[in-house]
Structures are given as structure tokens and as C-alpha cells.
């Protein structure tokens, strides 16, 4: 069974264009040896791969619905604490050598340089590589197994865009207040509050508000 | 020139403010129960690689004038309309928690868990006095439920880092300079970076046999373990400055560095150049100090301090004293 490695920078010459193309469907995991080494406990991924797969097999490719449900269940079946998942090397290994047919298709190829970045980029950009972005959203929208947040964060473009690239997204209770408000809202208009909304709370501590000071401030945003 | 004839470009906020009315003290330290020598100064470095907590115990004070966001009638019961609270941050976890403190008198004691799962690179733990409901109060001061009315300094904590993380914004390699067309003609040269291109390379001159070997070793204790840590320390500092440099070079004027190594280099320095400056202000002050050439210097013995700081040279070099006079 497959185990988690960690793919160290020196790999990145292995994102070409080929793989995100997919003219090269993996790297034999041989010949990448010397760019990986053992995660720091045995992890199998067989849960995992069976999880990611039964999802890709239920989208067509190319949907963007399918975020909600690869995030959940990237995060259910890869129990990493954050520290663990701070290190890119480990997304950047599921990614670029262990499945990166699943980032083909969540994303239709259409120029390298954003193709790339799915691959390599640690975070929770966008432009993140694919599988970094999955868990780290679950991870700050779920509550006590409870992915419904999630779900509703990412079932918006216009808002898993512009919140998961704003630290306000690392506080759970103003990423809740958010995504109740702003979930059904107009792209637009989720961009200009999400810019508001990080001014008012450069003024403010978050962490010392209640989660009615939070939801009238997002409000308040929107004007 | 002086740090005060400095012309610093600040973010004012909107109502009365304090930035460094309040100041975080530890005072102990310990690790799974067992106690750890503080660091001087307003950081930890953790060396430790297993432990599961942390407990910091310390007060945050409130300095002169730190009531100053409070109008006059309120200053004289701040423990009714404000709260203390200490903020943890983790940018590389992306963890934030705040702590609310009982404030009494001139400030208030904490007991802080910091649990080693939830971080990763530096842990910052900032003080805030914060209005605690909405108020009516007078113009130019915050009646907002969350507003800020005074910080301070931040004390920050290192936890140990895994060696595999290293070559995140720099790739190392070793190589012979004496078969290099262009480096044999330096055979003095301990290393050579190259930061042109989307990751810096550092090239460590594998012709310096001893060097390479003690750099190479791989124990955590007796003389070479310790000789590593210095010579770990005299090269990064030499390579740390080239690299801050050249990110600050390439900053647009909004602060925004076009590679993610740069970004890297200044979101772990900023933190030790302007321990006094909040967060959010951190870029604008470097931004400042970087558009007057006669400041380019105080630029440099900044860089310098946070370097010294960051990189607990004198811990290793008595570390490396007290092992060598152990093996005579």
C-alpha cells in the first residue's frame, strides 16, 4: 500500500507542462526517488485514494462543484495536524507524483503558468496546488466533523476565492459569519465586501468579538 | 543618522490608539511540565524536536499612557469598558486563538498552552486592549465592540524546524569550485548565492573538505554538532542578509515582492526589524526606510541585529565554548 512522502524542493523541475498536460500521466515513483523522502509517521494512503477516486468518478471534470466534496474528503481521510500540514512537500508529493490526474481534472488545462502553481504552490490561494488548498479549507471551515461550512464556502467561486486568500479566513468564527452572508451573494459584491470587511477588522480584534458583533460587521461591509 | 531622526511613514488608525502602551512579560517557561531557560529579550527559541506543550506564565502591564484610547472618564475604570487579550498567531498553520485576560490594576497575569501540533516557524503572541461593547463616546475615539485601543511588542517563539523544510526558499548544493569555470577562479570562497531566478541557489564550495564535513555531520552532540551550529549560523547570516537585501530591492512600492522566496525572507525577518511596530505596519516602515538612500545604512545594522537575533548566534557560540573546554 501507498505510503505519504514528502517531494523536497529540488523536485520542481518535475512540474512541466507534459504532466499538467498530462502527456506525462505520472512520474514512475523510482525515478523521483532522490527528490522524496518518508513522511515522519507511516500514513497509508489507501483510504485516501479510494475517497479521491469515488469523487472524481461522480464530477465530470472540469466541475467546480466537486471542491466541497474533495475537500472533505482529502481532510477525513489525511488525519494530519496542522504542523504536519504546514509542510508543502507532502501536498506537492500527492500532487505531482502520486495523483496528479486528480488536479487534471478538477482543472481544465488552460495556460502553465496557473497549471503550475495547482501543483507546486502551497496555501489556499486559488492557485493553490490542488490538494493543499482542499484540506486547509476543510480544515478552517470544519467544525467537530461537520463539513456543511465547507461545503457552502466552496460552492461559491467568488467567495472561496477572495475569503481563502485573506487571513481573516484563519479565524473560524468570521469565516462562518462570512460564509452565512455572503454564500448566495454576486461575485462583485463578495469581492468588495471581503475588501471592506479586512479593513474593518484591521481596526478591531476579531478573536474579542461574539459571533452577532462579527455577522452585523460583515453586513455592515456589504452596506 | 539615528533611529530618531528617522522619518517614518506610519498607519495612523482613526481614533486615539496607543502602539506601545502594553508589554508581554514571561517570566517562566516550561515543556511538558519541565522548565526552560528563557532567552533574553522578547523571544524563545524551543531546540527541543519532541514535545507536545508549552506554558508560557507572564503578565501583560499596561506602560504609561496606555489608557490613552479611552476617553477621560473611562480611564479612570478601564476593567468596565475594555478587556485585555493576547492574540497567538501561526502564519504557517494559519492559527489564531485569543486568550481574554482579567485586567486588574496595571495589567494582568497569563498562563498560555501552546500546543506543538498546531505550529510551525514563528509564533507570535501579541498583547491588545480592547473596547469590550459598542459605547457612545466622544468624536476621535473607537466605540466599536472589538476596537483596538493599545498594543505592544509581540514576544515570539521559535519551535525547533524539521531539517526537510530547509531548502523551501533556498536550494543548497555542493559543489567543486575548483571544476567551475567561473568559480576556480575563487578558491577562497566558502559559498556563492545566485538569487536571479524563481528559488535562490546556494553553492557551498565542497573543495573545503573539513568544512563540508562538519557542516555534514549529522550527531546532536559533542564538538562537531556544536562547531555545526556556528558554522550553520556564520553562513546563514552571510546568506540571510543577501537575501533580505535583494527582496527589498525587488518590493514594488505597495510592498508587494514578486517571488514567493522574497515574501518568505521578509515575513521571518519584519517581525525582528520592527519589534515594536504592529503587524500591519511592519512594510510601510521598511518601505520608508528603503525610499531614503542616507537610511540604507540603518537598513543594514537592522538587518544585521534581527539576523543576530534570529539565528541565536551567541547561544551556539558559548554552546561551542563550554564544549570545547569540556574536551580538553
Redesign the interface.
Known sequence: MSRLK?L???A?HLVTEELARGVVERYDEAAVGEHT?DF?RRLDLGGFDDAVSAVMASHDAGDLSMDGAMAEAVHRQLRL?????????IWRYLAIVHRPEVVRHRWEYRSFATMRTRFW?HG?RFDANAFSRWW?VA??TVMAEDYSLTHRALGSSALSTHLFSR?L???HPTVAACVRILADAPGADVERTLRVLGKML????????GRE?LEGLVRAARG | MTASQRVKRERF???AFERHGLSVRVDSASLDGASLPLDEGDALHVDDEEWRELTLAGAVELRKGALGGLPGDERVRPGEVA?L?L?V?CD???????H?LELEGEGAKFELSLE??????VVEVVP?L?R?RSEKVPPGY?G?????LATGARFAVYPHE?A??A??FL?VVYVSFGADAVLSTQPWRLYHLETHG??PVLRINADHQDVVRVLDAKGQTGLEARLREVFYDLISRGVWSLLFMSAVEALDEDGNAPR?WQEGVLTELLPFLFPGAPK?ERMDELLALRADEAHLSLLATQCDEALQQRLDLVKHINRLIDTARGSR
Request: hydrophobic share 40%.
Open positions: 514528502v523536497l524542493p529540488s520542481r523522502v515522519e495536524s496542522r504542523r504536519e500540514a504546514a509542510d508543502p512537500g504552490r489556499t486547509w480544515e478552517l487571513q479566513a484563519w479565524h484591521g481596526l478591531r480584534v476579531a478573536e474579542a468579538m458583533e | 488608525l482613526p481614533f478587556d487579550w492574540v498567531q504557517r498553520t494559519a492559527w489564531r486563538a485569543g481574554r506543538r501540533d498546531r505550529l510551525a516557524g491588545w480592547v469590550r473607537a466599536a465592540a472589538g476596537a483596538r524539521p526537510s523544510r531548502g523551501e536550494e524563481e528559488t514567493r500591519a
